[in-house]
């Protein structure tokens, strides 16, 4: 897996993989969508390892469950539906306390319910680890927004900001017991249920992802789906002072933003301005699509292509996110 890496495991195994005629959408998307008697549905599941999304002393059980859920929600967001149901599994290792798995448990039904949405089950083993892992299926709107769908010329924005989660982590590192804006933004995700609905409804998106793995890495894949290139301005991103300070790469490569970025249609803009009050977030331009195979290009005020070290997070492409 080393040698593969998650994206080339995936690159070769999700056109193997049987379907059926209730698939409407299957793997390589934020969410498969299904259809059944009584409408169209969103499915997604996620997982937070130790050692490998967190460390147990960066979060509490509260905090884990109710990032857990967040997470996942970010994947039915970026599809434009509501999450409606989940179930939840939990590995964990004996000697951890067992009013903190209660407390993860509790915490992620309570962020479900706080969004509309119920936890109906899941399942509890051992292991050496401690893991969340969140099935989540969300009720899929009439139009269903793809990371497949964008046109050269179609512009790029953005939800909220990026790179805080990332700094937040660095600061995590070098100090367990760190605060700030930073390392809440790492233990509380935003949920940006409300702007990829209304992007949905709208018309206005023709495409979109959830920003996770990193802004490069993720854009990528919305450009894959949608055989363009992407020419993103770096002076444009929605930065903190401090994520600029300590490094643009936090904001292009850092990951666990999870926020929404997606491709308007510039003949749309008109109409997509009319809807930002109603976001309850920043919602900015930081580029456009170009013609394929141009990738992911990130310049300076000047045009000046901006070398970018890492695209972002591979679980085996190299060494652990945590």
Request: proline share 6%.
């Amino acid at each position: 897996m080393a040698e593969v890496g998650e994206f080339g495991l995936l690159a070769a195994l999700l056109p193997s993989l049987p379907s059926g005629r209730d698939v409407l959408l299957g793997p390589g998307d934020d969410c498969a969508v299904v259809r059944t008697r009584n409408g169209r549905l969103l499915l997604t599941i996620d997982a937070m390892v130790e050692n490998v999304h967190f460390r147990r002393d960066w979060l509490s059980p509260t905090q884990l469950g109710k990032k857990a859920f967040r997470i996942n929600a970010s994947d039915i967001a970026a599809m434009g539906g509501l999450p409606r149901w989940g179930v939840l599994h939990i590995n964990a290792p004996p000697q951890i306390a067992a009013g903190d798995v209660a407390a993860i448990s509790r915490a992620a039904a309570q962020a479900a319910a706080h969004s509309g949405a119920c936890v109906v089950g899941g399942n509890l083993s051992r292991a050496s680890r401690l893991a969340v892992v969140l099935a989540l299926i969300g009720a899929a709107p009439r139009r269903v927004v793809r990371r497949a769908g964008a046109r050269p010329g179609d512009l790029l924005y953005v939800t909220g900001s990026l790179g805080e989660a990332a700094l937040g982590v660095r600061e995590l590192r070098r100090n367990r017991a760190a605060r700030g804006p930073a390392v809440r933004r790492f233990r509380e995700p935003p949920l940006r249920l409300r702007v990829g609905t209304l992007l949905a409804r709208s018309g206005v998106a023709s495409a979109m992802i959830d920003v996770s793995d990193g802004l490069v890495q993720d854009l990528g894949h919305l450009c894959a789906a949608s055989r363009v290139g992407a020419r993103v301005e770096i002076e444009r991103l929605p930065v903190s002072r401090h994520v600029r300070q300590a490094g643009m790469s936090l904001a292009l490569a850092g990951g666990e933003d999870y926020e929404l970025l997606c491709a308007v249609p510039a003949r749309r803009r008109r109409r997509l301005e009319g809807l930002v009050a109603q976001f309850g977030c920043p919602f900015t331009c930081i580029g456009a699509c170009v013609a394929a195979p141009a990738g992911v290009r990130v310049v300076d005020a000047h045009g000046r292509i901006v070398p970018v070290r890492a695209a972002g997070h591979d679980h085996f492409g190299g060494p652990t996110r945590r």
